[in-house]
């Protein structure tokens, strides 16, 4: 049985997806693996910190959401992918 992952790995989990590539909210939910409402409650507080900016397409008919990580988003995802280096977690194992 794994473990639930924390709010902090899931956020960065968001952050790393967007910054490599997935700009659209249901390719970011799939790769982050959640669903619908936690998705769209984290991208909102991600905004918020100013971590990813939010672009609509208003071209066409229908108004399609795209994100975009920003500068500070990016800083932040280095911080903790240097942070994971130097404290490496090791996987800790109960035998029952």
Do not use: C
Request: aromatic share 6%; proline share 3%.
């Amino acid at each position: 049985m794994s473990q639930r992952r924390s709010k902090l790995e899931i956020r960065l989990k968001i952050l790393a997806a967007i910054r490599d590539g997935q700009d659209k909210p249901t390719r970011i939910m799939y790769a982050a693996n959640l669903s619908w409402k936690p998705t769209q409650r984290i991208l909102a507080q991600l905004i918020e910190q100013e971590l990813v900016s939010e672009h609509r397409n208003t071209e066409s008919a229908k108004s399609r959401r795209r994100y975009q990580i920003t500068d500070k988003g990016i800083t932040v995802i280095e911080y903790f992918e240097k942070a994971k280096e130097l404290l490496p977690i090791e996987e800790v194992y109960t035998s029952k």
